[in-house]
């Protein structure tokens, strides 16, 4: 079924869809959306856009722009999805504040987490295994709350789906149409988000993901939410464009801390240099939105596993046998508790027999 | 005169009878071969000829005809050389009152009349021992291979004069001594698990793996001496029993990779090329069928280093033999079944740069890339391997504990231990160890305490584990119970056991 659209709601859908728009003249229009829903003033542009050709992408131009957004809306509810424009009622609130928001987000499931609150979490595309064990974590633990924002690559955008896709508070912004599959391993992927949560993406349906389009994503990225976590970004990482610009549009920014020195987290040690929260679990970002973590109640550890714990948070990752040896066990028997650590959400294999101790 | 030798022809692993018959009758010189000889065999009128005017015998004139029946079988190869000689001679009277009806002649001739040693002698005098005959004329060279026959009067001859001699009584040739069979008496020197530095997780998962006849998968960056591991599985395999050592000896003597020992006395230890074909790899060949690289590793183990490079197909083709323990070759000359029950170690780099979870090292592949580089082995595959552990490269001297680096045979003794335990618990089920162990067994054997249920459940929710995962992580808790000699498959068992499901947590 196409959905129902105001005049100036469909100017937009064409604005956004079929023509060609500069961050200009999109802050233009957000500009005068920003004073009530003048669709005169919106017809004005779409003329003079229409008049200049150059910036008309496709399609007929003897064909009314209205009548264009219709078809175009049209073929988007074949896909299943549907579009959120400036004029829409439930264009999310911290979206409409940045400079040059989007004109429409064209969706893909649940349109209810829009006017949730937004919290996002990203990180780069390989991260240690013990950060992204902690996102997971702390993507599940704020998922309760918010909902989580992030993008859909590998890494730390996994991280935060795999924690918050079971509740399906997650939204997930594409640089990409909503109908291209990237990465192309994702593909299931995101079909399961779109039943469970929210796929996002302000760009056309069949566009492939360009270097601007992650760039643009990670804008919306950050204008979406109320506060932003990097879980790990080297010395150039993207993750970090989108903590510049939650600084920009005046969101929190969080970070885990890593190791000096490690490359993959010299980003987030910069972040917090720079005055980003420290953040080494869900009740760091609870509290700075004044939110109470849930009490969690500790798991029941036995002796020898506290033993390990202990022995574990002490050397920080470590191979299994030199844990073994601090905690005068067998290699086995380590492996053992080792397993049950991991099992229980306080350790985590870390690659080559080596653990690492989660916070919890 | 007609005269009938009996010799044996190699079918697979089996020997059966041929006779052959010479008839020499007046006429015009002719020399003729029938009933289904191959190129190999026709060859041998020269070799004869050659052989019997070389050895000061009279190479008969007239029309000969030798016949191979059965006429359906086809023979191959230059076992039947010696036959077709002594029985020309017979024909053409030149052994006149030998005792030749009731004694079987391999070898095959050289053009000085030298007995040369033949491939598959081993299964040849099982079979013909199996069929009655007692009395064997063989190439010196095959005698200790022979030795290990008993009940039998086998005679060595190097030369056809010799065999000639013996045969008319103007020479004695003593038969050839049986031989008593010492396990590991020939073992390779060299691979010991005390040489290996560190690993302790990896030496622990090898012991696991032998006791319960688990395969095994080592995972690792480059050099950090999964092949040495690997070496050393044999080291620790349970000693062979005679009849396992004929079996195997069987196999190695068609295949003609049966050293001067004459037996194999030592697990076999297999390491077929990543470029191996399915022939290969499962045995056939063009009209001969000849035991692949699984049937020469049975009783033993089959490495398989850097097993992303094998073809797919060569190794899909290794699963059904891994469930049943033999494999069936089917070719134009007929369809043969050689048994193929080994155990399966492969090793592999944890992603295609090398260095994914190295402490040092810093990987430069990305998560789609390690992903491609694992998914080269199928899950069906990856599931007949019960155990997948990591081998890395910590430094030997960060265990400065002074742990003794446990010798071969003291890891043996345990694994004797709980493979007896096995012994007991699977009288009369027809299997042998936990590895083999079905639903059913399963069931009896491997109950869990409801706390183990539940560390069974956390691992599942947790790692999402593939429901297949189940039965593999519940054998190996049963092996290292066993280990511990526990009745009981403790929590800490099924721990361990979970952190040997590497594979899982990857996929």
């Not at chain 1, 492996?335 to 101790?357: D, F, H, I, M, W």
């Not at chain 2, 200790?144 to 008993?150: D, M, S």
């Not at chain 2, 070496?231 to 069987?250: G, H, N, Q």
Request: proline share 5%.
């Amino acid at each position: 079924m196409t959905q129902r659209c105001s005049r100036a709601g469909k100017l937009l859908v064409w604005l956004a869809a079929c023509a060609e728009q500069d961050e200009r003249s999109r802050a233009d229009i957000a500009r005068v959306c920003a004073y009530g829903l003048p669709s005169a003033d919106l017809e004005k542009i779409c003329a003079a856009l229409i008049q200049t050709g150059k910036n008309r992408v496709y399609k007929d131009e003897h064909i009314a722009p209205e009548a264009e957004a219709e078809d175009f809306l049209a073929r988007l509810a074949r896909g299943g999805g549907y579009a959120v424009t400036l004029a829409d009622a439930d264009y999310p609130r911290e979206l409409r504040a940045i400079p040059d928001p989007p004109l429409a987000l064209f969706c893909a499931g649940r349109r209810e987490l829009l006017c949730a609150r937004k919290f996002c979490i990203v990180g780069a595309r390989v991260l240690p295994a013990w950060a992204q064990a902690t996102g997971k974590a702390i993507s599940a633990a704020l998922s309760q709350r918010f909902a989580v924002v992030t993008g859909i690559a590998e890494g730390g955008d996994r991280a935060a789906i795999d924690g918050a896709l079971p509740s399906g508070n997650l939204i997930c912004v594409l640089p990409c149409g909503l109908d291209v599959d990237y990465p192309a391993s994702h593909a299931s992927l995101k079909r399961e988000i779109a039943k469970k949560g929210l796929l996002v993406s302000e760009f056309p349906p069949g566009m492939r993901a360009q270097k601007f389009s992650f760039h643009a994503r990670n804008r919306v990225l950050a204008g979406l939410s109320q506060g932003v976590l990097v879980l790990a970004a080297g010395q150039k990482s993207g993750t970090l464009i989108t903590a510049d610009r939650a600084l920009a549009y005046g969101r929190e920014v969080f970070a885990l801390p890593h190791n000096a020195g490690a490359a993959q987290g010299v980003g987030c040690n910069e972040l917090i240099k720079q005055g980003a929260f420290l953040c080494t679990g869900a009740e760091d970002i609870l509290s700075a939105f004044g939110m109470q973590a849930d009490g969690g109640h500790p798991a029941e550890l036995t002796a020898d596993e506290q033993k390990m714990l202990d022995v574990l948070r002490l050397s920080g990752e470590e191979h299994a046998a030199l844990l073994a040896q601090r905690a005068g066990v067998p290699v086995w028997e380590a492996q053992a508790t080792l397993a049950s650590l991991e099992l229980k959400g306080l350790a985590v294999r870390a690659g080559g027999n080596r653990y690492a101790p989660l916070q919890k | 005169m007609i005269a009938k030798i009996v010799c044996y022809a190699l079918q697979g692993l089996e020997g059966v009878p041929v006779e052959v018959e010479t008839d020499v009758a007046k006429g015009i010189p002719a020399y003729e071969m029938v009933g289904l000889p191959d190129a190999a065999v026709k060859e041998s009128k020269e070799r004869v000829r050659s052989a019997i005017k070389n050895s000061a015998l009279l190479f008969p004139l007239g029309k000969i005809t030798v016949n191979f029946a059965p006429a359906d079988i086809r023979k191959e190869g230059a076992a039947f050389d010696l036959a077709v000689a002594i029985s020309l001679l017979k024909a053409s009277e030149q052994l006149v009152g030998a005792r030749t009806q009731d004694t079987v002649f391999l070898g095959e001739l050289a053009l000085d009349g030298a007995v040369r040693p033949i491939a598959g002698l081993l299964p040849i005098l099982i079979s013909a021992k199996a069929n009655g005959y007692t009395r064997f004329v063989i190439p010196a060279g095959n005698a200790k291979e022979a030795a290990y026959l008993g009940g039998a009067h086998i005679y060595p001859v190097r030369t056809l004069a010799e065999a000639v001699a013996f045969l008319t009584g103007s020479a004695n040739i003593a038969p050839v001594a049986a031989a008593e069979f010492v396990p590991r008496a020939h073992a390779h020197r060299g691979a010991d698990l005390k040489y290996v530095k560190g690993q302790p997780v990896a030496r622990r998962a090898l012991e696991i793996a032998v006791a319960g006849g688990h395969n095994l998968l080592l995972v690792g960056p480059p050099g950090t001496g999964k092949t040495m591991l690997a070496r050393c599985l044999p080291t620790v395999m349970p000693d062979l029993s005679f009849e396992e050592a004929l079996e195997i000896t069987k196999i190695h003597s068609v295949a003609g990779t049966l050293g001067e020992e004459g037996i194999v006395s030592e697990r076999p230890f297999r390491t077929p090329h990543h470029t191996a074909t399915t022939v290969a790899m499962c045995g056939g060949g063009n009209r001969i069928v000849r035991p692949g690289e699984i049937s020469l590793a049975h009783g033993g183990v089959l490495f398989l280093d850097e097993l992303p490079e094998y073809k797919r197909s060569t190794l899909e083709a290794l699963r059904q033999p891994l469930e049943d323990g033999r494999i069936t070759v089917s070719r134009a000359g007929g369809t043969f079944t050689f048994p193929a029950r080994f155990m399966l170690c492969a090793s592999m780099n944890p992603c295609p740069c090398g260095n994914y979870g190295s402490a040092d090292k810093v990987c430069t592949c990305s998560p789609a890339e390690i992903r491609r580089y694992r998914k080269k082995i199928s899950g069906p595959l990856l599931d007949r391997i019960d155990l997948q552990v990591e081998v890395d490269n910590v430094p030997y001297d960060a265990l400065t504990s002074a742990q003794q680096q446990e010798d071969s045979a003291a890891v043996r003794e345990r694994v004797n231990v709980a493979r007896s335990i096995q012994n007991v618990r699977f009288e009369g089920d027809g299997i042998r160890t936990n590895a083999e162990m079905g639903e059913r067994e399963l069931a009896s054997f491997c109950r869990l305490s409801a706390e183990g249920e539940g560390i069974l459940r956390a691992a599942f929710e947790r790692m999402k584990l593939s429901a297949r995962a189940r039965s593999r992580i519940l054998k190996v808790a049963r092996t290292i119970a066993d280990l511990a000699a526990c009745e009981e498959i403790l929590p800490a068992h099924v721990y361990e056991a979970v952190s040997y499901r590497l594979g899982d947590s990857l996929e």
